[in-house]
Protein backbone atom coordinates (compact mmCIF):
# COMPACT_ATOMS: atom_id res chain seq x y z
CA UNK A 1 0.00 0.00 0.00
CA UNK A 2 2.94 2.50 -1.01
CA UNK A 3 3.70 4.75 2.05
CA UNK A 4 0.73 3.96 3.85
CA UNK A 5 1.52 -0.10 3.86
CA UNK A 6 3.89 1.22 7.36
CA UNK A 7 2.61 3.86 8.95
CA UNK A 8 3.39 5.17 12.47
CA UNK A 9 0.84 4.60 15.57
CA UNK A 10 1.15 7.94 17.61
CA UNK A 11 -2.06 7.32 19.58
CA UNK A 12 -0.96 3.63 20.02
CA UNK A 13 1.40 4.89 22.35
CA UNK A 14 -1.22 6.29 24.55
CA UNK A 15 -1.83 3.58 27.14
CA UNK A 16 -5.14 0.80 26.54
CA UNK A 17 -7.42 2.89 28.27
CA UNK A 18 -7.60 5.49 25.28
CA UNK A 19 -8.95 3.15 22.73
CA UNK A 20 -9.79 -0.43 22.12
CA UNK A 21 -8.14 -2.91 19.54
CA UNK A 22 -10.85 -3.34 16.31
CA UNK A 23 -10.99 -5.41 12.81
CA UNK A 24 -12.77 -4.02 9.50
CA UNK A 25 -15.55 -6.14 8.59
CA UNK A 26 -14.82 -6.94 5.18
CA UNK A 27 -16.90 -4.94 2.19
CA UNK A 28 -18.92 -6.96 -0.09
CA UNK A 29 -17.79 -6.19 -3.68
CA UNK A 30 -15.84 -2.77 -3.51
CA UNK A 31 -15.46 0.25 -6.21
CA UNK A 32 -12.88 2.43 -5.91
CA UNK A 33 -15.13 5.43 -7.09
CA UNK A 34 -13.17 8.32 -6.60
CA UNK A 35 -9.57 8.81 -5.27
CA UNK A 36 -8.37 12.55 -4.95
CA UNK A 37 -5.10 12.83 -5.90
CA UNK A 38 -4.50 16.04 -4.15
CA UNK A 39 -4.86 14.16 -0.56
CA UNK A 40 -2.42 11.52 -2.32
CA UNK A 41 -0.12 13.96 -2.97
CA UNK A 42 -0.56 15.32 0.31
CA UNK A 43 0.46 12.24 2.24
CA UNK A 44 2.72 11.17 -0.45
CA UNK A 45 0.18 8.03 -1.62
CA UNK A 46 1.62 6.74 -5.17
CA UNK A 47 -1.95 6.75 -7.01
CA UNK A 48 -0.19 5.68 -9.99
CA UNK A 49 -2.22 2.39 -10.09
CA UNK A 50 -5.44 2.87 -8.36
CA UNK A 51 -7.18 -0.30 -10.02
CA UNK A 52 -4.74 -2.22 -8.00
CA UNK A 53 -6.83 -4.73 -6.26
CA UNK A 54 -4.37 -4.96 -2.96
CA UNK A 55 -4.61 -1.14 -2.77
CA UNK A 56 -8.53 -0.99 -3.47
CA UNK A 57 -8.63 -3.51 -0.36
CA UNK A 58 -6.52 -1.63 1.80
CA UNK A 59 -8.41 1.53 1.13
CA UNK A 60 -11.53 -0.09 2.36
CA UNK A 61 -10.10 -2.47 4.98
CA UNK A 62 -10.67 -5.65 3.95
CA UNK A 63 -7.13 -6.74 4.08
CA UNK A 64 -4.83 -4.66 5.96
CA UNK A 65 -0.55 -5.29 6.43
CA UNK A 66 -0.06 -7.69 9.17
CA UNK A 67 1.75 -5.25 11.22
CA UNK A 68 -0.99 -2.25 11.26
CA UNK A 69 -3.31 -2.59 14.46
CA UNK A 70 -6.31 -0.71 14.26
CA UNK A 71 -7.98 1.08 16.73
CA UNK A 72 -11.00 3.01 17.70
CA UNK A 73 -11.03 5.98 20.22
CA UNK A 74 -13.03 6.59 22.81
CA UNK A 75 -14.67 9.70 24.01
CA UNK A 76 -17.56 11.42 25.28
CA UNK A 77 -19.45 14.32 24.66
CA UNK A 78 -21.77 17.02 25.33
CA UNK A 79 -24.86 16.29 22.13
CA UNK A 80 -27.21 18.98 21.95
CA UNK A 81 -26.20 20.54 25.12
CA UNK A 82 -26.41 17.15 27.02
CA UNK A 83 -23.35 14.86 28.64
CA UNK A 84 -23.08 11.66 27.16
CA UNK A 85 -20.68 10.11 29.05
CA UNK A 86 -19.28 7.38 26.81
CA UNK A 87 -19.00 7.71 22.57
CA UNK A 88 -16.04 6.76 20.74
CA UNK A 89 -15.51 5.99 16.92
CA UNK A 90 -18.64 3.89 16.21
CA UNK A 91 -17.66 3.77 12.25
CA UNK A 92 -13.92 4.68 12.83
CA UNK A 93 -10.61 3.04 12.90
CA UNK A 94 -7.42 4.88 13.40
CA UNK A 95 -4.94 2.71 11.03
CA UNK A 96 -1.77 4.70 11.66
CA UNK A 97 -0.29 7.70 10.54
CA UNK A 98 2.17 8.59 8.06
CA UNK A 99 5.08 11.67 7.65
CA UNK A 100 5.57 13.43 4.66
CA UNK A 101 7.35 16.45 4.11
CA UNK A 102 8.24 17.40 7.53
CA UNK A 103 4.32 17.00 8.42
CA UNK A 104 2.50 13.74 10.33
CA UNK A 105 -0.78 12.55 8.42
CA UNK A 106 -2.88 9.88 10.84
CA UNK A 107 -5.36 7.73 8.20
CA UNK A 108 -8.57 6.16 9.47
CA UNK A 109 -11.43 4.06 8.02
CA UNK A 110 -15.11 5.30 8.25
CA UNK A 111 -17.59 2.78 7.45
CA UNK A 112 -16.02 -0.21 8.01
CA UNK A 113 -17.78 -2.13 10.39
CA UNK A 114 -18.71 -2.00 14.07
CA UNK A 115 -16.19 -1.22 16.90
CA UNK A 116 -17.20 -1.10 20.74
CA UNK A 117 -18.74 2.19 21.01
CA UNK A 118 -21.36 1.47 17.79
CA UNK A 119 -24.14 1.46 20.39
CA UNK A 120 -25.61 -1.69 18.52
CA UNK A 121 -25.15 -0.02 14.87
CA UNK A 122 -23.38 -1.58 12.45
CA UNK A 123 -20.46 0.78 12.04
CA UNK A 124 -21.27 1.27 8.50
CA UNK A 125 -21.32 4.72 6.47
CA UNK A 126 -24.02 4.92 3.40
CA UNK A 127 -22.98 5.96 -0.22
CA UNK A 128 -25.31 9.16 0.57
CA UNK A 129 -23.49 11.12 3.26
CA UNK A 130 -19.97 9.72 2.30
CA UNK A 131 -20.13 10.99 -1.03
CA UNK A 132 -21.15 14.33 1.11
CA UNK A 133 -17.62 14.44 3.58
CA UNK A 134 -16.01 13.64 0.12
CA UNK A 135 -16.80 16.22 -1.77
CA UNK A 136 -17.23 18.81 1.59
CA UNK A 137 -13.89 18.25 3.01
CA UNK A 138 -12.19 19.43 -0.46
CA UNK A 139 -14.61 21.89 -0.84
CA UNK A 140 -13.44 23.29 2.54
CA UNK A 141 -9.63 22.41 2.01
CA UNK A 142 -10.55 24.26 -1.35
CA UNK A 143 -11.76 27.27 0.36
CA UNK A 144 -8.58 27.90 2.85
CA UNK A 145 -10.46 26.71 5.62
CA UNK A 146 -9.21 23.72 8.02
CA UNK A 147 -10.45 20.48 7.53
CA UNK A 148 -9.89 17.29 7.91
CA UNK A 149 -9.16 15.42 4.19
CA UNK A 150 -10.53 12.36 2.29
CA UNK A 151 -8.17 10.12 0.64
CA UNK A 152 -10.66 8.08 -1.36
CA UNK A 153 -14.38 6.96 -1.97
CA UNK A 154 -15.58 3.35 -1.86
CA UNK A 155 -18.97 2.11 -2.39
CA UNK A 156 -20.42 -1.12 -2.49
CA UNK A 157 -23.78 -3.10 -2.94
CA UNK A 158 -23.87 -4.07 0.19
CA UNK A 159 -27.00 -2.92 1.83
CA UNK A 160 -27.31 -0.49 5.03
CA UNK A 161 -30.27 -0.03 6.71
CA UNK A 162 -31.36 3.38 7.73
CA UNK A 163 -34.59 4.98 7.34
CA UNK A 164 -34.67 2.94 3.55
CA UNK A 165 -32.37 0.66 3.13
CA UNK A 166 -29.18 2.28 1.23
CA UNK A 167 -25.80 0.86 0.02
CA UNK A 168 -22.64 0.78 2.43
CA UNK A 169 -19.22 2.91 1.71
CA UNK A 170 -15.99 3.29 3.20
CA UNK A 171 -13.98 6.65 3.05
CA UNK A 172 -10.71 7.05 3.97
CA UNK A 173 -10.09 9.88 5.91
CA UNK A 174 -6.97 12.48 6.96
CA UNK A 175 -5.69 14.71 9.53
CA UNK A 176 -3.00 15.50 11.76
CA UNK A 177 -5.78 14.30 14.51
CA UNK A 178 -9.40 13.36 15.21
CA UNK A 179 -8.61 13.89 19.06
CA UNK A 180 -11.69 15.78 19.86
CA UNK A 181 -13.11 17.93 22.76
CA UNK A 182 -14.77 15.13 23.92
CA UNK A 183 -11.76 13.04 24.51
CA UNK A 184 -10.88 15.02 27.63
CA UNK A 185 -14.11 15.10 28.59
CA UNK A 186 -14.27 11.71 28.94
CA UNK A 187 -11.69 10.92 31.47
CA UNK A 188 -12.44 14.01 33.41
CA UNK A 189 -16.02 13.22 34.38
CA UNK A 190 -14.53 9.78 35.20
CA UNK A 191 -12.16 11.94 37.48
CA UNK A 192 -9.29 10.36 35.71
CA UNK A 193 -6.91 13.34 36.60
CA UNK A 194 -4.09 11.64 35.32
CA UNK A 195 -5.51 10.42 32.27
CA UNK A 196 -6.45 13.96 31.01
CA UNK A 197 -2.84 15.15 31.86
CA UNK A 198 -1.63 12.28 29.12
CA UNK A 199 -3.76 13.42 26.62
CA UNK A 200 -2.74 17.02 27.15
CA UNK A 201 0.69 16.02 26.84
CA UNK A 202 0.50 13.87 24.24
CA UNK A 203 -1.19 16.80 21.83
CA UNK A 204 1.42 19.35 23.08
CA UNK A 205 4.24 16.58 22.25
CA UNK A 206 2.67 16.00 18.80
CA UNK A 207 0.84 19.09 18.06
CA UNK A 208 2.19 21.95 19.88
CA UNK A 209 5.26 21.30 20.57
CA UNK A 210 6.56 25.28 21.05
CA UNK A 211 4.78 25.09 24.35
CA UNK A 212 6.47 21.90 26.08
CA UNK A 213 9.20 23.78 27.69
CA UNK A 214 6.51 26.40 29.19
CA UNK A 215 5.91 26.61 32.87
CA UNK A 216 2.29 27.11 32.36
CA UNK A 217 2.06 24.70 29.31
CA UNK A 218 -1.84 23.68 30.04
CA UNK A 219 -3.69 27.24 29.82
CA UNK A 220 -1.21 27.78 27.04
CA UNK A 221 -2.18 25.06 25.21
CA UNK A 222 -5.73 26.05 26.23
CA UNK A 223 -5.07 29.16 24.58
CA UNK A 224 -3.93 27.56 21.65
CA UNK A 225 -7.34 25.67 21.04
CA UNK A 226 -9.26 28.89 21.40
CA UNK A 227 -7.76 30.69 18.75
CA UNK A 228 -7.67 28.12 17.09
CA UNK A 229 -11.33 27.67 16.98
CA UNK A 230 -12.27 31.32 16.82
CA UNK A 231 -10.69 31.09 13.94
CA UNK A 232 -12.54 28.30 12.61
CA UNK A 233 -15.77 30.29 13.68
CA UNK A 234 -14.78 33.06 11.70
CA UNK A 235 -13.97 30.70 8.64
CA UNK A 236 -17.48 29.31 8.72
CA UNK A 237 -19.60 32.63 9.19
CA UNK A 238 -17.29 34.32 6.59
CA UNK A 239 -18.17 31.64 3.51
CA UNK A 240 -21.50 31.34 4.82
CA UNK A 241 -20.92 27.35 6.31
CA UNK A 242 -23.14 25.82 8.70
CA UNK A 243 -21.91 22.92 10.48
CA UNK A 244 -24.92 20.99 11.37
CA UNK A 245 -24.04 18.83 14.81
CA UNK A 246 -21.45 20.94 17.03
CA UNK A 247 -21.23 18.71 19.37
CA UNK A 248 -18.27 18.49 21.63
CA UNK A 249 -17.24 15.36 20.24
CA UNK A 250 -16.76 16.88 16.59
CA UNK A 251 -14.46 19.74 17.83
CA UNK A 252 -11.43 19.24 17.14
CA UNK A 253 -8.59 20.20 19.36
CA UNK A 254 -6.56 21.54 16.12
CA UNK A 255 -9.25 23.74 15.09
CA UNK A 256 -9.96 21.65 12.19
CA UNK A 257 -13.70 20.90 10.34
CA UNK A 258 -14.50 17.56 11.67
CA UNK A 259 -17.02 14.96 10.97
CA UNK A 260 -19.40 16.25 8.18
CA UNK A 261 -22.70 15.05 8.65
CA UNK A 262 -26.29 17.47 7.95
CA UNK A 263 -23.84 20.44 7.22
CA UNK A 264 -25.03 23.32 4.51
CA UNK A 265 -23.73 26.55 2.72
CA UNK A 266 -26.01 29.38 2.29
CA UNK A 267 -28.16 30.12 -0.51
CA UNK A 268 -29.61 33.00 0.52
CA UNK A 269 -28.21 35.14 3.03
CA UNK A 270 -30.58 33.78 6.41
CA UNK A 271 -28.74 34.26 9.70
CA UNK A 272 -31.34 31.64 11.27
CA UNK A 273 -30.66 28.70 8.75
CA UNK A 274 -30.81 25.40 10.45
CA UNK A 275 -28.86 22.48 8.14
CA UNK A 276 -30.22 19.73 10.41
CA UNK A 277 -33.80 18.56 10.22
CA UNK A 278 -33.44 17.08 13.37
CA UNK A 279 -32.09 20.46 15.29
CA UNK A 280 -35.61 21.33 15.89
CA UNK A 281 -34.27 24.14 18.62
CA UNK A 282 -32.10 25.63 16.10
CA UNK A 283 -29.50 25.15 18.53
CA UNK A 284 -26.82 24.68 15.65
CA UNK A 285 -28.10 27.24 13.24
CA UNK A 286 -25.67 29.13 11.22
CA UNK A 287 -25.80 32.23 13.48
CA UNK A 288 -25.38 30.70 16.54
CA UNK A 289 -22.46 29.01 15.79
CA UNK A 290 -19.52 31.51 17.49
CA UNK A 291 -21.50 31.37 20.89
CA UNK A 292 -21.38 27.79 20.77
CA UNK A 293 -17.60 27.50 19.72
CA UNK A 294 -17.76 29.84 22.81
CA UNK A 295 -19.41 27.27 24.76
CA UNK A 296 -17.94 24.28 23.79
CA UNK A 297 -14.66 25.56 24.37
CA UNK A 298 -16.18 26.04 28.18
CA UNK A 299 -16.15 22.87 28.16
CA UNK A 300 -13.30 21.90 27.14
CA UNK A 301 -12.01 24.67 30.03
CA UNK A 302 -13.62 22.35 32.43
CA UNK A 303 -11.93 19.09 31.28
CA UNK A 304 -8.92 20.82 31.54
CA UNK A 305 -9.07 22.42 35.29
CA UNK A 306 -7.13 18.94 36.72
CA UNK A 307 -4.14 20.91 34.83
CA UNK A 308 -4.80 24.85 35.94
CA UNK A 309 -6.62 26.52 37.77
CA UNK A 310 -10.40 27.94 37.24
CA UNK A 311 -8.34 31.14 36.79
CA UNK A 312 -6.00 30.48 34.42
CA UNK A 313 -9.41 28.49 32.84
CA UNK A 314 -11.12 32.36 32.58
CA UNK A 315 -8.45 33.88 30.95
CA UNK A 316 -7.97 31.48 28.22
CA UNK A 317 -11.30 31.91 27.46
CA UNK A 318 -11.66 35.46 27.51
CA UNK A 319 -9.78 35.78 24.51
CA UNK A 320 -12.51 34.30 22.41
CA UNK A 321 -14.85 37.13 21.51
CA UNK A 322 -11.88 39.50 20.37
CA UNK A 323 -10.50 37.15 18.42
CA UNK A 324 -13.35 36.00 16.62
CA UNK A 325 -14.33 39.66 15.57
CA UNK A 326 -10.83 40.50 14.47
CA UNK A 327 -10.86 37.33 12.27
CA UNK A 328 -14.37 37.74 11.41
CA UNK A 329 -14.25 41.67 9.93
CA UNK A 330 -10.60 40.78 8.56
CA UNK A 331 -12.32 38.16 6.29
CA UNK A 332 -15.56 40.07 5.81
CA UNK A 333 -13.35 42.94 4.79
CA UNK A 334 -11.23 41.39 2.47
CA UNK A 335 -14.39 39.70 1.02
CA UNK A 336 -15.56 43.53 0.36
CA UNK A 337 -12.23 44.58 -1.04
CA UNK A 338 -11.81 47.48 1.81
CA UNK A 339 -8.92 47.33 4.41
CA UNK A 340 -9.78 45.97 7.76
CA UNK A 341 -10.84 48.98 9.47
CA UNK A 342 -13.58 49.98 12.22
CA UNK A 343 -15.33 52.13 9.80
CA UNK A 344 -15.72 49.40 7.58
CA UNK A 345 -18.12 46.66 9.99
CA UNK A 346 -21.04 49.43 9.84
CA UNK A 347 -20.95 48.96 5.90
CA UNK A 348 -20.48 44.93 6.60
CA UNK A 349 -23.50 44.34 8.73
CA UNK A 350 -25.45 46.85 6.83
CA UNK A 351 -25.15 44.73 3.39
CA UNK A 352 -26.05 41.70 5.67
CA UNK A 353 -29.25 43.50 6.99
CA UNK A 354 -29.99 44.40 3.61
CA UNK A 355 -29.48 40.78 2.17
CA UNK A 356 -31.13 39.12 4.71
CA UNK A 357 -34.58 41.55 3.94
CA UNK A 358 -34.16 40.63 0.18
CA UNK A 359 -33.22 36.89 0.46
CA UNK A 360 -29.90 37.62 -1.93
CA UNK A 361 -27.96 34.99 -2.48
CA UNK A 362 -24.89 35.26 -0.80
CA UNK A 363 -22.00 33.59 -3.03
CA UNK A 364 -23.42 34.77 -5.83
CA UNK A 365 -23.58 38.56 -4.53
CA UNK A 366 -20.42 38.44 -2.93
CA UNK A 367 -19.07 37.35 -6.23
CA UNK A 368 -20.52 39.87 -7.96
CA UNK A 369 -20.02 42.40 -6.07
CA UNK A 370 -16.31 42.34 -7.31
CA UNK A 371 -17.90 44.36 -10.39
CA UNK A 372 -19.28 47.12 -8.41
CA UNK A 373 -18.04 50.63 -10.06
CA UNK A 374 -17.43 53.63 -7.19
CA UNK A 375 -17.80 56.05 -9.56
CA UNK A 376 -20.61 55.46 -12.03
CA UNK A 377 -23.98 54.82 -10.44
CA UNK A 378 -25.68 53.45 -13.71
CA UNK A 379 -22.97 50.85 -13.80
CA UNK A 380 -24.57 48.88 -10.27
CA UNK A 381 -27.80 48.42 -12.12
CA UNK A 382 -26.89 44.38 -11.83
CA UNK A 383 -26.09 44.56 -8.36
CA UNK A 384 -29.03 46.66 -7.19
CA UNK A 385 -31.59 44.72 -9.55
CA UNK A 386 -30.87 41.77 -7.37
CA UNK A 387 -32.59 43.21 -4.57
CA UNK A 388 -36.51 44.06 -4.08
CA UNK A 389 -35.99 46.72 -1.86
CA UNK A 390 -33.93 48.88 -4.29
CA UNK A 391 -33.74 52.21 -2.38
CA UNK A 392 -31.89 50.17 0.90
CA UNK A 393 -29.55 49.17 -1.88
CA UNK A 394 -28.82 52.67 -3.34
CA UNK A 395 -28.34 54.17 0.68
CA UNK A 396 -25.72 51.17 1.47
CA UNK A 397 -24.27 51.64 -2.05
CA UNK A 398 -23.81 55.49 -0.97
CA UNK A 399 -22.13 53.89 2.21
CA UNK A 400 -19.74 51.51 0.06
CA UNK A 401 -18.42 54.27 -2.65
CA UNK A 402 -17.86 56.74 0.19
CA UNK A 403 -15.84 54.17 2.33
CA UNK A 404 -13.30 52.73 -1.17
CA UNK A 405 -12.63 56.33 -2.19
CA UNK A 406 -11.96 57.21 1.19
CA UNK A 407 -9.28 53.92 1.15
CA UNK A 408 -8.09 55.47 -2.26
CA UNK A 409 -9.81 51.72 -3.76
CA UNK A 410 -8.93 51.13 -7.66
CA UNK A 411 -11.57 49.13 -8.91
CA UNK A 412 -9.79 47.25 -10.96
CA UNK A 413 -7.63 45.98 -8.29
CA UNK A 414 -10.00 45.59 -5.85
CA UNK A 415 -11.58 43.46 -8.21
CA UNK A 416 -8.99 41.03 -8.55
CA UNK A 417 -8.65 41.00 -4.71
CA UNK A 418 -12.05 39.87 -4.10
CA UNK A 419 -12.17 37.02 -6.73
CA UNK A 420 -9.51 35.99 -4.90
CA UNK A 421 -11.37 35.76 -1.81
CA UNK A 422 -15.22 35.38 -2.63
CA UNK A 423 -15.32 31.93 -4.26
CA UNK A 424 -17.65 31.21 -7.45
CA UNK A 425 -18.43 27.67 -6.34
CA UNK A 426 -19.26 25.82 -3.56
CA UNK A 427 -20.69 22.93 -2.36
CA UNK A 428 -24.53 23.35 -2.69
CA UNK A 429 -27.03 20.93 -1.46
CA UNK A 430 -28.70 20.38 -4.89
CA UNK A 431 -24.77 19.87 -6.53
CA UNK A 432 -24.07 17.16 -3.61
CA UNK A 433 -27.64 15.73 -4.38
CA UNK A 434 -27.32 15.45 -7.77
CA UNK A 435 -23.90 13.56 -7.46
CA UNK A 436 -25.27 11.17 -5.43
CA UNK A 437 -28.72 10.37 -7.50
CA UNK A 438 -26.07 9.68 -10.14
CA UNK A 439 -23.53 7.66 -8.32
CA UNK A 440 -26.40 5.39 -6.22
CA UNK A 441 -28.63 5.17 -9.07
CA UNK A 442 -26.65 5.40 -12.37
CA UNK A 443 -23.48 4.18 -11.03
CA UNK A 444 -22.34 7.50 -12.86
CA UNK A 445 -19.79 9.00 -10.89
CA UNK A 446 -18.84 12.17 -13.88
CA UNK A 447 -21.07 14.81 -11.08
CA UNK A 448 -17.75 13.50 -8.42
CA UNK A 449 -15.15 14.16 -10.92
CA UNK A 450 -16.57 17.86 -11.94
CA UNK A 451 -17.46 18.99 -8.67
CA UNK A 452 -13.91 18.00 -7.02
CA UNK A 453 -12.61 20.17 -10.05
CA UNK A 454 -14.78 22.85 -9.08
CA UNK A 455 -14.50 22.54 -5.39
CA UNK A 456 -10.45 22.84 -5.35
CA UNK A 457 -10.09 25.45 -7.41
CA UNK A 458 -13.12 27.49 -6.48
CA UNK A 459 -11.71 30.98 -6.99
CA UNK A 460 -11.13 30.12 -10.76
CA UNK A 461 -13.70 31.15 -13.13
CA UNK A 462 -14.64 27.36 -14.96
CA UNK A 463 -16.21 28.89 -17.77
CA UNK A 464 -17.20 25.34 -19.33
CA UNK A 465 -18.94 24.91 -15.20
CA UNK A 466 -20.94 28.09 -15.60
CA UNK A 467 -23.72 26.12 -14.66
CA UNK A 468 -22.89 25.05 -11.15
CA UNK A 469 -22.34 28.73 -10.12
CA UNK A 470 -25.96 29.51 -11.04
CA UNK A 471 -28.65 30.42 -8.36
CA UNK A 472 -30.18 27.05 -7.28
CA UNK A 473 -32.91 25.47 -8.54
CA UNK A 474 -36.49 26.01 -6.33
CA UNK A 475 -36.02 22.04 -5.47
CA UNK A 476 -33.02 22.43 -3.69
CA UNK A 477 -35.19 24.03 -1.40
CA UNK A 478 -36.94 20.86 0.07
CA UNK A 479 -33.41 19.01 0.22
CA UNK A 480 -34.09 17.57 4.14
CA UNK A 481 -30.22 16.54 5.63
CA UNK A 482 -29.72 14.31 8.80
CA UNK A 483 -27.55 12.80 11.04
CA UNK A 484 -28.44 9.40 9.72
CA UNK A 485 -25.22 8.03 7.87
Known sequence: M??????????????????SHVTPTPLIQPQLLHLNTATA????????????????????????????????????????????PQLGDGRAMLLGGVAHEGKYWELQLKGAGPTPYSRNSDGRAVLRSSIREYLCSAAM????????????LVGSSQPVYRETVETAAVVMRVAPSFIRFGSFEYFFYRGQADAVRTLADHVIQHHYPELEQQTNKYPAFLQQVVISTAKLMAHWQAVGFAHGVMNTDNMSILGLTLDYGPFGFLDEYNPGYICNHTDQTGR??????????????TRLAQALTPLMSMEEAKTALAIYPAHFASHYINLMCAKLGVAADKSAVPVIMQLLHIMQANHIDYTLFMRQLAHFNSATDALNAPLRDLFIDRDAFELWAHQYRALLQAQHS???????????????????????????????????TSEIDKLMTLLQSPYDEHPEFEAYAAMPPDWAKHISVSCSS
Request: proline fraction near 6%.
Open 284 to 297: YAFDQQPDIGAWNL
Open 141 to 152: HGLGIPTTHALS
Open 2 to 19: NNLSSPSQQYLNLPNQFY
Open 41 to 84: NLINFDHSDDTNKQVLDHLCGNTLPNHIQPIAMVYAGHQFGHYV
Open 410 to 444: IDSIRAEQMNRVNPKYILRNYLAENAIVAARDHDD
